[in-house]
């Protein structure tokens, strides 16, 4: 039996290695990763993969654009995009340009295998509609006094950086954040990926307790 092909398009190193590595542990996949440049192309047109994993906050490229890239050099390839806080507009955009499935960074490896299984068989899995945001309600729970200040203090933050986990704490959303700093929306996510880099803390939940613990008594 043929093995699933599938390329990983991934800017984090340890993520791109640690996932390429679980991936190729599986008896029915074969798994090669890239980071987010010109070499994914490239890869992707020599594995004619049947699955591309794909991070939709490319630092270097826009994910849509590489989304769109590969269907043309690989119609055959089903996308499955990997997010930590889709808005539902966009996944309409990733869905309107041939994303066949969508799954969030801080879901279980059974998760994200079952959904390259499921996808190869030509089914969609898309996500319930959700918040904007679930990540600013847990901010916004953990920071009892309403101030993003203990984040804030603990590492050192850029401007925009500041900007978002203040907005976070205050309860908006990523949309409205986009809509008030006049920024796009992949940017604000950037801005909220560098602080969980900056933190050290990769999921939602750890950064909700890492402010939690310490905020003032």
Not at 70 to 89: F, G, N, T, W, Y
Not at 101 to 130: C, N, W, Y
Not at 159 to 170: G, M, N, S, T
Not at 174 to 189: C, D, L
Request: hydrophobic fraction near 45%.
């Amino acid at each position: 039996m043929a093995k699933i092909k599938v390329l990983l398009i991934e800017d984090n190193r340890l993520l791109r290695v640690g996932t390429t590595a679980m991936l190729n542990e599986q008896a029915d996949i074969s798994a090669v990763s890239s980071a987010g440049n010109r070499t994914a192309i490239e890869k992707a047109k020599k594995l004619k993969p049947d699955v591309v994993l794909l991070d939709s906050g490319l630092r270097s490229q826009d994910s849509l654009k590489v989304v769109a890239s590969i269907k043309k050099r690989c119609p055959q390839a089903e996308v499955v995009v990997m997010d930590l806080i889709p808005s539902h507009s966009e996944m309409v955009e990733f869905v309107k340009a041939g994303v066949s499935g969508f799954i969030l960074k801080d879901s279980t490896p059974q998760d994200l295998l079952h959904t390259i299984r499921l996808v190869v068989k030509g089914e969609q899995r898309l996500l319930a509609p959700m918040a904007d945001s679930l990540f600013s309600r847990i901010v916004e729970h953990a920071i009892a006094d309403g101030t993003a200040d203990p984040v804030i203090d603990a590492v050192k933050l850029t401007k925009p950086e500041q900007d978002v986990i203040r907005a976070l704490a205050e309860g908006k959303t990523v949309t409205e954040i986009s809509r008030e700093r006049k920024v796009a929306i992949h940017r604000v996510k950037n801005h909220i990926r560098n602080i969980l880099d900056k933190l050290a803390l990769h999921t939602r939940l750890e950064l909700a307790t890492f402010t939690h613990t310490k905020a003032p008594s």
